[in-house]
Structures are given as structure tokens and as C-alpha cells.
């Protein structure tokens, strides 16, 4: 597979050096790197367009490296930034490191071989490279002309109050020759000839390639070394991808549910799933234009974003957490079955119901007609007489069981977790009785 047509059917290639991939159609494999940051203990939807460069570039027979920047996790990358942002401490650090690793080794190969992937960490050979020694050894190779010449860099100091840019301290103003130097070392250390990511980042990347030919010549040698970008993920209107209306989508389970990860793909728009589905997965082009042309046929049946939710969520969280995402998404439309959802998922599915709390002594003893109007605060319903109606009316359902009379003891339904009764008023409305 040629990485560079790859990328670019599937809209991801933003820039690439010359003779960039000319030397990924070499006989031997291509060692290449990625950095991540490490200021939270888990990735995010965000980085998921930067590890799919990673994942191609396997895919085409070559090496891929994360780099966990521990070091530069100390500093901080202006780019895209107008403050300084807060320093955290190696032990936090290195538990973030610990959780990035666990998550790309569901997305990279980490066997032995020449296409085996890595993970390294730039604070490992940081840690003992002392301020004078580096300023001698790194330092002089670039001049301040040429690092003040970055967007990044420009953007802060030019910066004024209106645009909230406050200047860049020497803090981060350094950090472009720190990953410069990731780039020298991975060079040096493994014959990593590549470095990718984002669009956003092609300034510090290339001062990476600037610095390994400029030490290079300095030794007496010629030394080369290649950048290729992809395109930054944004919506149909221009505004950057990753957030849902709760804020960050992360990989890590325990900060957004794979119910909330596969709802987030779902819930994407028409205008952007197309791009969505060539980026964040593995299908090919033959599979996705067929899935197009049934998606242009019933577009209300979200083909589509059906099997964009269910390929993201079943590489991220495993195939079993996809399947319950996918009956637990089927519950509001009545096609599940509410007694296989655990606590966090029922609780996840009916986040945005009202919440109305019971007695379980009062459970005890009250029908179904008392239960939609005086023990709930009459929010479901106001009086007993028009509940009595409703139910009636087979307009009320608990646990997705109709209410068959009004005068029903709702202490022979069997709460759902043990503590939860889901009342369903007419097609659409619901809220969710919590016993206590």
C-alpha cells in the first residue's frame, strides 16, 4: 500500500517535505514518530486522526514510534495556545504515560519484528542532559531569528489583548528545539527518518529535520530527514472536532462511557460523517462508497454513522462494549431490553430525564396511579384522575411493560439495578424513579 495515496482518498494528508514519499516507496522499511502529550491520563478523540497516521503507516510496511513527551509535557507547546499552561509534576506524568501506552497497543501492532511499534519516552534521555551541555550541543545549531520565525511563536508575541495571547515565556519559546531534538535522538538512537502529526505542528517538525541536517553538517555528515502532516479534523462548519456538549470525548472508559463514546459518533452530522468514516477507520474505499449509496437511499436509517460508532467504538473499548452500546442506544426506540443494562450504562442512557426520587416504604404501598402523581411530586403527572386516564389509555409504561390498571401495586415490578423504575408517558417522554 502507498501510505500517501492512502492518506490522501481518505482526506488526511495536509503536507508532506519533497522527496517525502519517494522515501516511503524505499525497499526497506521507514521508522517514523509521532508525539503525544502526556497532561492527562488519557488520550482523546481529538489525537484519534494522529494515531490513524500511525496505524497507516504500519499498514504500509513501515515502523511506527509513539513518543510520550514527558519532558516536553514539563514545558508545554505554544502552538494553538494564548497562556501559559500549568506545569505537572513526573509522578502524574508518568501515570498519564501508563495509560497512552495501554491505549495505542489497541491500535498499533507492538510485536517483534522491523514494523514492531514503540513507545518511547523523551524524558528518558531529558532527565540527564544537563541546561549548559545542551545549549552547547543543540542550542547553537539554530538561531533565534529562525525559532521567532515559527507561527506559533509569532502569534504569542505579536499577541494583544484583544486576541488573549499574553507573550510566550522562555518556558515554551524553548520547547520547538526540545522536540527538534526528539527528532535528532530518534534519528541517532533508531533510524527514525519520519516525523508526523497534525497540521499545527509542522512548525516544530520541521525545525526537527532543520536540526538533524544542521548537527549533521557539523559532524562532517549529511543527514536527512522527512515531515508529512495530516489535515486537522474539523466540522462541516469549520469549527474544531472532539467535543460533545458534555465536553472532551476521551479513549479511557472510566472518563467518557462507551455509551457516550458511541453516541458521539453516532450523533455525527450528515455533513461530516463522510470524511468522518475514511478517517477514524479501517474500511476501505470500496466498503465506504457502498455504505454511502445505502446511507443516499434512507439517510433516516444513518447507515453511515451507524458503522462509523460501531468500527471507533469496538477498536477503542473492545467488541462486547460496542455491542451494548449498540442495544443500549436501541432502548429510547424501544428495541432493547432495559434488564441487560448495568447501573452506569442505564444511568448513561437516561442522563438527560428527570430524575424523581421515591421511598421504597412508600413503594411499598401506593398503585401505579399514586405513583405518576402525588409520590413523584405530580411532576409526571398532575392528580391521580388524569393518571387514571392515561393508564386507561395504555399511555403508560414502567420498566417498558404497559401499566395495564390504574389501581397496579408498582411493588410487584421489579426495579431495574435494584433501585430504578423507568416510566415511560406516551411515545417520547420519560423520567426515572430512583428508589431510596
Given at each position: 500500500?502507498n501510505?500517501?495515496e ?24 521507514v521508522?517514523g ?7 492527562a491520563a488519557s ?5 484519534l486522526?494522529?494515531i490513524?497516521?500511525?496505524?497507516h503507516?504500519?499498514?504500509a510496511g513501515h ?6 513527551g514527558g519532558a516536553t ?7 494553538g ?11 502524574t506524568l508518568?501515570r ?10 489497541k491500535?498499533?501492532?507492538f ?9 518511547v ?11 549548559l551541555q ?7 545549531h ?20 484583544d ?10 519559546f ?18 527514525c527518518?519520519?516525523q508526523?502529526g ?9 525545525t526537527?529535520?532543520e536540526?538533524i541536517?544542521r548537527?549533521g553538517?557539523a ?5 536527512k530527514?522527512y ?5 486537522l ?8 472536532y472532539?467535543?460533545s ?6 479513549l479511557?472508559?472510566?472518563m467518557?462511557?462507551?455509551y ?6 453516532l ?8 470524511r468522518l ?6 474500511l476501505?474505499?470500496a466498503?465506504?462508497e ?7 437511499q ?5 447507515a453511515?454513522?451507524k458503522a ?5 467504538t469496538a ?5 462486547a462494549?460496542a ?18 443494562l448495568?447501573e ?8 438527560g430525564?428527570?430524575r ?5 416504604a412508600e413503594?411499598a ?12 411530586g405530580?411532576?409526571?403527572?398532575p392528580?391521580?384522575?388524569e ?5 386507561q389509555n ?10 395495564a ?11 431495574l439495578?435494584?433501585?430504578f423504575?423507568v ?11 430512583e428508589l431510596?
Open positions: 500500500m501510505l500517501i492512502e492518506l490522501r482518498w481518505r482526506g488526511m494528508f495536509h503536507d508532506m517535505m519533497p522527496g517525502t514519499d519517494e522515501h516511503l516507496q524505499q525497499n526497506a522499511p521508522t514518530y509521532i508525539g503525544f502529550d502526556p497532561t488520550l482523546h478523540i481529538g489525537n486522526a494522529t490513524m497516521l500511525l496505524v503507516l504500519q499498514r515502523r511506527p514510534v509513539a513518543l510520550v509535557g514539563m514545558i508545554g507547546d505554544p502552538s495556545k494564548s497562556a501559559e499552561r500549568n506545569l505537572l509534576d513526573e509522578d508518568r498519564n504515560q501508563a495509560g497512552i501506552r495501554a491505549q495505542l497497543e491500535f498499533l501492532d510485536s517483534e519484528g522491523p514494523t514492531g511499534a514503540l513507545v519516552n523523551n524524558y528518558d534521555w531529558f532527565k540527564e542532559f544537563g541546561f545542551f545549549l552547547r550541543e543543540v542550542g547553537k539554530l538561531t533565534v531569528n529562525y525559532m521567532m520565525a515559527k507561527d506559533s511563536v509569532k502569534r504569542r508575541i505579536s499577541g494583544n489583548e486576541s488573549g495571547a499574553d507573550g510566550i515565556s522562555y518556558t515554551e524553548s520547547y520547538q528545539l526540545l522536540q527538534g531534538y526528539d527528532f535528532v535522538h530518534l534519528h541517532r538512537s533508531l533510524g527518518t519520519l508526523m497534525a497540521s499545527d505542528q509542522w512548525g516544530n517538525i520541521t526537527g529535520t536540526l541536517r548537527m553538517s559532524e562532517g555528515g549529511e543527514a530527514a515531515a508529512l502532516t495530516g489535515q479534523i474539523t466540522k462541516a462548519d469549520g469549527t474544531k472532539g467535543k456538549e458534555t465536553g472532551t470525548v476521551w479511557e472508559a472510566s467518557t462511557s462507551p457516550q463514546f458511541y453516541q458521539f459518533f450523533n455525527s452530522a450528515d455533513d461530516d460523517v463522510k468514516i475514511r478517517v477514524f477507520t479501517l476501505s474505499q466498503e465506504i457502498a455504505l454511502e449509496a445505502e446511507h443516499a434512507a439517510p433516516h436509517q444513518r453511515l454513522q462509523l460508532a460501531r468500527d471507533v477498536r477503542v473499548h473492545g467488541g462494549a455491542e451494548a452500546a449498540i442495544s443500549a442506544s436501541q432502548v429510547l426506540f424501544g428495541g432493547g431490553d432495559l434488564a441487560t448495568d452506569a450504562t442505564l444511568l448513561d442512557v437516561f442522563a430525564v428527570p424523581l426520587p421515591v421511598s421504597r413503594l404501598t401506593i398503585d401505579a396511579a399514586t405513583l405518576l402523581s402525588d409520590a413523584t405530580k411532576q409526571i403527572l392528580s391521580k384522575g393518571a387514571r386516564k392515561l393508564i395504555g399511555g403508560v409504561s414502567i420498566n417498558r411493560e404497559k401499566v390498571a390504574p389501581d397496579t401495586a408498582v411493588a410487584e415490578i421489579t426495579p439495578c435494584g433501585r423504575l416510566v415511560q408517558k406516551g411515545k417520547k417522554n420519560y423520567f426515572l424513579v431510596m
